[in-house]
């Protein structure tokens, strides 16, 4: 895996929803609140965002750069 694949995918909602797609069911199953579930999967929801931002951001700024 490159550098890129890994920044594409890192930036990508539709990882961070498989994410959240693989994780709610197993916090379910292991008994957590929903309320709790709810929270986790906002955390890494808002987590995403960031993330993605930072990493366009600073692509943008290094090509600004150049």
Known sequence: MTK???IRK???RK???AVVG???P???AFGVAENDVNQ???IIMAGADV???LIVEGMADA???E
């Open 63 to 65: 090509k600004n750069v």
């Open 26 to 28: 197993l916090l379910l």
């Open 40 to 42: 986790v999967t906002a």
């Open 10 to 12: 890192l930036t990508s």
């Open 4 to 6: 890129q694949d890994l």
């Open 22 to 24: 693989f994780l709610t």
């Open 15 to 17: 990882f961070w929803i």
């Open 51 to 53: 993330i993605a931002y």
